[in-house]
């Protein structure tokens, strides 16, 4: 377990890291950063971006080159590049925030190197969690015994609820950020368990140091971010469970 | 061309990027009757790019519906994602690889960090391009998974030796002095075995075709402690 984790049996399933810049690169610079990266995220596919025309007698379609979605031989670590986005993911098991943060800012660091500068307009910090619980403990609970957002239901239905879905928005009260969370019912992952995702999004879209160094210290503060609004999500029954 | 409301404007863009479904623009202008698509496919498989307009144009899944479709959309459209053909076999084995490390995601909370290592180690064995020829079928996602829901179900780990069939599908061994067990995941929820069991008057063979949670069952039982181990001990 890293020592910055507070949890045996984290539920991330995904950690990103999500960069927005511009100007957007062009093609060569695309291809440049794919040649950089290669060694380290060998497993590569192309995106394409396409344009479907459909008219009365004829379709027509246009592609392009949109980015490269590459991972590593681990099959862990993703690097996903497009014009105007360097997303660093991790896929579990989490290695923890810092060994994260740190891959990260090397692959931006190593992205400018090759690219030049580019201002960054917008930071995103993503943690897709995944919470596994057992049938026996979840039959005939209401989901707020493990989330502590859920959708309201009616008492004579709410230990009935077979799927949920909800998706709130909010701002942070210390922070220039913005708060996405998702949570929904999964299909079947494991057997004998129920499961439900919590996504949770730290969207910066204004006031991003233009200074790089500046820009990392505050990616680094939304980690407090992100772990707060992760635990005021979830229960100590689902505390129990990943322990 | 506007805007439509499914798409948000939020970090999981970055995971969705990652699936081909999800970066699907569409409008309809209905007066001249001409639709325009657009959106981000992956080059690797041709079934994408038909694939990518269907569930917006079926207007299936509401906005929010849509932007929850998080993580591990990735990771699912991995297992259904076909390999492209125009790669060589060495990629093709090596994306192969890459790929089951990556299904592997969606348990790794369930697995011990030794239990995955060597997972992943006879994995890397398994797939090693160098011993790889291009008639051998790649291993199926979906018998994997079968696998590792099992695993992870009957809390089963100690098998011997993980294997290929010709089909791709995933063939387990376990062997002990008297016991050898042999299983082939299918792929869909259920498991085709043959156990060999050493008895006094000879060897009872056994084989059977049954869900994933029998299967569990039946292991269970078969390496149940014995008196004879008892006696042993």
């Known amino acids: ?243 | 061309m506007t805007m439509p409301e499914y798409i948000t404007p939020s970090a999981s863009e970055a995971s969705c990027l990652a699936h081909p479904l999800f970066k699907v623009l569409i409008t309809t202008q209905a007066k001249s009757d001409i639709t325009q698509s657009s959106g981000v496919s992956s080059s690797n498989s041709p079934i994408v790019a038909a694939a990518s307009i269907a569930p917006v144009s079926s207007g299936a899944q509401s906005g929010l519906a849509r932007s929850m479709l998080g993580t591990s959309d990735l990771i699912r459209d991995r297992a259904s994602r076909s390999l492209p053909e125009n790669k060589s076999l060495s990629e093709k084995t090596f994306d192969a690889l890459v790929n089951l490390k990556v299904l592997t995601a969606q348990y790794a909370a369930h697995l011990a960090p030794a239990e995955q290592k060597r997972l992943f180690e006879s994995l890397d064995f398994m797939l090693d391009p160098d011993d790889w020829h291009e008639e051998d079928e790649l291993p199926k996602p979906a018998s994997f998974l079968d696998f590792m829901k099992w695993s992870i179900y009957s809390q089963w780990f100690n098998w011997t030796s993980l294997g290929l069939s010709e089909e791709g599908l995933f063939l387990v061994a376990w062997r002990t002095d008297s016991i050898s067990l042999d299983a082939s995941f299918l792929g869909n929820g259920t498991v085709r075995w043959v156990s060999r069991t050493q008895m006094d008057s000879g060897v009872d063979v056994i084989a059977g075709n049954v869900a994933l949670t029998s299967f569990a069952q039946y292991v269970s039982f078969l390496f149940r402690p014995r008196e004879t181990d008892d006696e042993a001990n």
Request: net charge positive; with cysteine; aromatic share 8%.
């Open chain 1, 1 to 243: 377990m890293p020592d910055d984790q507070p949890y045996s049996r984290p539920p991330i399933i995904e950690a990103v890291v999500d960069l927005t810049v511009t100007p957007p690169l062009t093609n060569k610079e695309l291809e440049q950063v794919r040649i950089q990266f290669k060694e380290e995220y060998r497993a590569i596919e192309e995106l394409r971006s396409f344009k479907v025309t459909v008219g009365p007698k004829s379709v027509a379609s246009e592609p392009a080159l949109a980015g490269y979605k590459m991972n590593a031989a681990n099959g862990c670590d993703v690097m996903l590049l497009q014009k105007n986005k360097i997303v660093t993911s991790r896929l579990a098991p989490y290695p923890g925030w810092d060994r994260f943060f740190s891959k990260a800012k090397n692959n931006f660091d190593g992205f400018v190197k090759r690219v030049g500068r580019r201002e960054v307009i917008r930071i995103g910090i993503k943690t897709v969690n995944r919470i596994d619980i057992p049938m026996r403990q979840i039959e005939g609970q209401r989901i707020s015994e493990f989330l502590r957002l859920s959708v309201f239901v009616p008492d004579a239905f709410a230990r009935r609820v077979k799927n949920h879905a909800l998706s709130i928005v909010f701002s942070h009260p210390d922070h220039p950020v913005d708060i996405i969370v998702n949570s929904s019912t999964l299909n079947q992952v494991l057997i004998g368990h129920a499961s439900f995702s919590l996504d949770i999004d730290v969207v910066m879209a204004s006031g991003i140091p233009l200074h790089y160094d500046q820009m990392w210290d505050a990616i680094a503060s939304l980690r407090s971010v992100k772990d707060e609004v992760f635990e005021q999500c979830i229960t100590d029954r689902v505390r129990e469970l990943i322990r």
